[in-house]
């Protein structure tokens, strides 16, 4: 199984502070990961999908990027509403596998 | 507008069964593999089983094969989750989810094995 190693665990961050969020993979996966967004009692909503590309109607402070097996997730001005959890999600080969997730709070 | 709903969750004992449901609308159900992907406590996601657009191919992780079941009903846009000898393990909150991209999930629903 692919493992995802994701970090932080838990981010304290101000608002319009940029924000970057990293998954790090255990073999290569080319672009096929994918960014969530998850608040809590809600559905999970896709930001990213194959590593760069924002998910129609997600804000274009969003941001993928990749190099080798290491994935970014940037937010380059925190908003309040962006208060959340995140998690990527490899879809590369089966068992697909998630990241730990990054608790994202208000300094 | 793309919407997944679950339903069938609660409190079960251990070796008990649950079905859970997962109404779908929004999208052309039958065109889509689906999934059903868990959280436990405080622990991360882990993807439990998927189907095929007609039903004919289903996989699953180690951790739940020979006890967990998916199936889909087509006809009525419904995708099912049938767990058998429930442990306290498969204590977690469920989400359907549209498979390969996994684009659009549900709110989840919370299965509790507890005696």
């Not at chain 1, 290569?28 to 590309?53: E, F, R, V």
């Not at chain 2, 436990?40 to 739940?64: C, F, H, N, Q």
């Not at chain 2, 989810?97 to 509790?112: C, I, K, L």
Request: one cysteine or more.
């Amino acid at each position: 199984d692919i493992q995802v190693t994701q970090s932080p665990s838990s981010l304290l961050a101000s608002l319009g502070e940029r924000v970057t969020i990293t998954c790090q993979t255990s073999q290569s996966i080319s672009n096929n990961l994918n960014w969530y967004q998850q608040k809590p009692g809600q559905a999970p909503m896709l930001l990213i999908y194959y590593a760069t590309s924002l998910q129609t109607g997600m804000p274009s402070r969003f941001s993928g990027q990749y190099s080798g097996r290491s994935f970014t997730l940037t937010i380059t001005s925190l908003e309040p509403e962006d208060i959340a959890n995140y998690f990527c999600l490899q879809h590369y080969s089966a068992p697909n596998t998630f990241g730990a997730g990054t608790k994202l709070e208000l300094k | 507008e793309v919407q997944l709903v679950e339903s069938g969750g609660g409190l079960v004992q251990p070796g008990r069964s649950l079905k859970l449901s997962c109404a779908a609308s929004g999208f052309t159900f039958s065109n889509y593999y689906m999934a059903w992907v868990r959280q436990a406590p405080k622990k991360g996601l882990e993807w439990v089983a998927t189907i095929s657009t007609s039903g004919s191919r289903t996989y699953y992780p180690d951790s739940v094969k020979g006890r967990f079941t998916i199936s889909r009903d087509n006809a009525k846009s419904s995708l099912y989750l049938q767990m058998n000898s429930l442990k306290s393990e498969d204590t977690a909150t469920y989400y359907c989810a549209r498979h390969s991209s996994y684009d659009y999930w549900g709110q989840g629903v919370m299965v509790t094995v507890s005696s």
